[in-house]
């Protein structure tokens, strides 16, 4: 059973950090890129950054450029999505998924994690 565990979320104010975590399970990881999206209340979704489990490589959306920080750990079969200097257009709920890259639909989906940042 494919099963990717978002974790992480939380209230944080304005300037602070959280890292998020997405655990992935029953599908080989090394086959897809790992991309973290968002869904703001009355936004659509956007993709915010992703992470290439076979060579690493990594994108990020403007808006979190500089800010955010995606790592692997392909021994645990997971992503982190570290983000700091936090803002409150950040908050929305966040998703990971299985991808086939950078701008490509996710093939697979977590649940997803409620960051919500205060000002």
């Known amino acids: 059973e494919v099963q990717l565990q978002a974790s992480g979320g939380g209230l944080v104010q304005a300037g602070g950090s959280l890292r998020l975590s997405c655990a992935a399970s029953g599908f080989t990881f090394d086959d897809y890129a790992i991309g973290w999206f968002r869904q703001a209340p009355g936004k659509e979704r956007e993709g915010v950054s992703c992470?290439?489990?076979?060579?690493?490589?990594?994108y990020y959306a403007d808006s979190v450029k500089g800010r955010f920080t995606i790592s692997s750990d392909n021994a645990k079969n997971t992503v982190y999505l570290q983000m700091s200097s936090l803002k409150p257009e950040d908050t929305a709920v966040y998703y990971c998924?299985?991808?086939?890259?950078?701008?490509?639909?996710?093939?697979?989906w977590g649940q997803g994690t409620l960051v919500t940042v205060s000002s």
């Open positions: 992470i290439s489990s076979s060579d690493g490589s990594t």
């Open positions: 998924a299985a991808t086939t890259g950078w701008g490509a639909p996710g093939d697979y």
